[in-house]
């Protein structure tokens, strides 16, 4: 297609868009337009699926009720562009920007063309800019939206079901009535936000910022959260957002949560996000860990008096020398770890170590002895104290 041939298109279809004669839908299905600069550009209704926009500069554009299904838009500045209504399944808008945008009732499911098969045909977000954004009904099922920017924005009603939303930015959004149910927002910054009568049926908040969220008339059924992390100062609640993310990526995002030495007695740590943080000497005297994750993580020295680790996954933790008097860890769930060398090989079994720990009067009874390494430790002979065991050859230490 000649520049020509497109300008004559264009003008057509704003005839058309407009009701006046001669006008023409435009049908633009598969071209590529990529890098072009189209501010303000009036495609209202047109035909688009599969277009290449990847790189465009489309401010203030019109894509009302269009055909943008599995369209590409990667890296755009879509910034107060408009898609009300519109077809957007399958469309990739990784990077774009896109503050201000308005996707009131557009749907964003996954979708893929015939000649173009992809092996995740789901809408692709990552990262993009949607600060003050209107998403109204927008639909976005199972969307790749990690580290989306989402500030101010208003998604009431809208459906998010299944979408990834590792690491968001949801500071001040209106969610009221919107549909997350198995929705990915670890790591998520909800602060301020509102989920007022919100459908949140298994979403996973583990280490979100919850400061002033508002969850009222929530279902929250089998929601994965700690509600006491809006208590928690600010600063503790950013290291355990950003060690959410660091377990969640893999390393690739956030980092590792330091927390040795810090005061957090009587913190409420329900179902946090704690595997493999550093809390070495650690105050968590009364804390509630009630359903943490816990795998991995050294609490070497640390004081856990009177901590509740119900239910907790404290599989291969470090708690050698740590006060654990009182502590209760009913039902926590622990079996020997895996060790692998990088070539995915196994090298040996690591047990939760209780190596000189104060374990007088707490309640291990319902662990695996097979993942627990008790040498050295204080045990009292209160019940549901558990008899000292000698080591097991057969388990190497990491």
Known sequence: MTPQEFV???????????????????????????????????????????????????????????????????????????????????????????????????????????????QDPSADLQGAQLDSANLGRARLDGARMQMVSLRGAKAENAI?????????????????GASVQHTNL??????????????????????????????????????????????????????LRDHALWVESNGKLGKRGNLRGADLKSADLTNCYLAGADLREADLSGARLEGASMVMTDLRGANLAGADLKGAAVSAADFSGADLREADFTGALAEPWTIRDAAGKETGKRRILFKKADLRDAKIDTLDRNAIDLSDAKQGSSPGAAPAMADDEDFMEA
């Not at 299944?162 to 959004?173: C, D, E, H, P, Q």
Request: with cysteine; proline share 3%; hydrophobic share 45%.
């Open 186 to 239: 670890t790591g998520a910054d909800l602060s301020g936000a509102s989920f007022h009568a919100a459908i949140m049926i298994r979403a996973d908040l583990r280490g979100a910022i919850l400061m002033e969220t508002d969850f009222s008339r929530a279902n929250r059924q089998g929601m994965q959260a700690n509600l006491g992390m809006g208590k928690l100062p600010a600063e503790l609640q950013h290291v």
């Open 8 to 118: 004559s298109i264009i003008k057509r279809h704003a005839l058309f868009a407009n009701g006046k004669p001669g006008g023409m839908r435009a049908d633009l299905r598969g071209e590529n337009l990529s890098g072009l600069r189209l501010p303000r550009l009036d495609l209202r209704g047109a035909s688009l699926a599969g277009a290449n926009f990847a790189g465009c500069k489309l401010p203030g554009a019109n894509f009302g009720a269009a055909d943008l299904f599995a369209a590409n838009f990667e890296g755009a500045d879509l910034s107060e562009a408009r898609f009300p209504n519109a077809n957007l399944r399958g469309a990739r808008l990784a990077g774009a920007k896109m503050n201000f945008v308005d996707l009131q009732g557009a749907d964003l499911r996954s979708g893929q063309l015939d000649t173009q098969p992809r």
């Open 160 to 176: 998010f079901d299944g979408a990834i939303m590792r690491g968001a930015n949801l500071t001040r959004a209106d969610f009221a």
